[in-house]
């Protein structure tokens, strides 16, 4: 039976001989995974890519493939308000890993929902949102290809609608919603956007009654925005994580127990989902066996392995990423180690870290398209 390491060490050889870019970069920093990966604790020296490599302005997008430009099916982007996303390049194949490793992700496959309410447009809508043709292939919202690996029932409510060239938030649609399930105990998913959700919930709560929905709804956010910004959507300010949980909490009659994030970011392949823990205050991410984080040092990029340790993240990623360079990538978001093998909180044997936010002065994005959206009540 094959480990990770094996998987991880073999895609990490295939990127070095199939990537120009990666075999430069590593024989630079003289390393070559075909001599020098021979253990878990090698793949601490095996170089990463950063991800402003993946800027559309540092026009490398391209040179980070691992297969010929004409074998690539689409170019998923990140949502920037600065106008630069990431670009990268993925074949059906890729994605397809990215669908059974949600799958896999318990914690967030619900077959049991009665109905989602999502805080995203329909997928279709939101892969081809504000798309553009690069080299003869069109671009589409990492965002949108993850809302499609869930399968939403036809009774789904999406929120998030396309009014021209711009998305509102159908609050109507949205009460209506809450108005159905209030006090009756359903099996419910509300996904989607923090700041949409948040902004939406905080709207509603100056002028209703708070509703009560019960302890079967999963409230599952996901796409970033915890600096309180999604497109041209601003809350003004950062978005604390236990002001949103306790105030969704208080005004929908949710239980906090049940919201969970996920983390992830248009250069990865998997999500890392975090549980709300009401002793922490705080969302507490697990990283599944089939992926693997490590935390190094902001000043020295030395890897860390302590409690309390907080340092950039790199993921590491033995699957879904045969169309380009991201077996080995470094964020600038800032994780801070929990500890290495179980959570503190739910005590499930997994390494555990908490996401601190961006790098100051780092440019704000979430996982998806850029989005304007308006209210539209």
């Excluded at 099916?73 to 990140?78: G, H, L, M, Q, Y």
């Excluded at 949710?254 to 990865?268: A, K, L, Q, R, V």
């Excluded at 961006?358 to 959206?373: D, I, S």
Aim: charged share 25%; glycine share 8%.
């Amino acid at each position: 039976m094959r480990t990770f390491f094996q998987d991880l060490r073999d895609n990490l050889v295939d990127q070095y001989l199939t990537c120009p870019a990666y075999m430069y970069l590593c024989d630079s920093q003289g390393f070559n995974p075909t001599i020098h990966l021979n253990s878990i604790a090698d793949v601490e020296e095996a170089p990463f890519i950063a991800t402003t490599m993946f800027k559309k302005s540092a026009q490398m997008f391209t040179n980070l493939l691992r297969v010929p430009l004409e074998s690539v099916d689409k170019w998923t982007v990140s949502s920037s308000t600065s106008g630069d996303p990431s670009i990268v390049g993925r074949r059906a194949c890729d994605l397809l890993q990215l669908q059974k490793f949600n799958e896999l992700d318990r914690s967030v496959f619900r077959p049991d929902t009665e109905q989602d309410i999502v805080f995203y447009p329909e997928p279709e809508v939101m892969k081809k949102y504000r798309s553009e043709v690069i080299y003869g292939i069109h671009t589409e919202s990492f965002i949108g290809n993850v809302l499609d690996i869930y399968h939403f029932k036809e009774n789904t409510v999406f929120v998030i609608k396309p009014e021209g060239d711009d998305l509102t938030i159908d609050m109507e649609g949205f009460i209506k919603a809450l108005k159905e399930h209030d006090g009756l105990d359903h099996y419910l998913s509300i996904r989607g956007s923090t700041p949409l959700l948040y902004s939406a919930v905080k709207a509603l709560k100056d002028t209703m009654n708070p509703f009560h929905l019960g302890s079967h709804v999963l409230v599952h956010t996901g796409g970033g925005g915890w600096d309180g910004k999604k497109g041209t959507v601003s809350v003004g300010t950062d978005i604390k994580k236990q002001d949103f949980v306790e105030c969704v909490s208080d005004f929908l009659g949710i239980p906090e127990e049940n919201f969970i994030d996920s983390y992830s970011f248009t250069e990865n392949c998997f999500l890392v989902t975090g549980h709300y823990s009401k002793e922490y205050k705080d969302y507490l991410y697990h990283i599944p066996s089939w992926g693997k984080v490590m935390i190094r040092d902001m000043k020295t990029l030395k890897p860390l392995s302590n409690p309390g340790d907080k340092g950039f993240i790199q993921m590491l990623n033995a699957y879904g990423t045969s169309t380009y360079a991201g077996a080995s990538v470094l964020v600038d978001d800032i994780g801070e180690i929990l500890s290495m093998d179980e959570c503190p909180d739910c005590k499930s044997n997994l390494m555990t870290i908490k996401i601190i936010g961006r790098v100051k002065g780092a440019e704000a994005k979430g996982c998806g398209a850029t989005l304007n959206v308006n209210n539209k009540g």
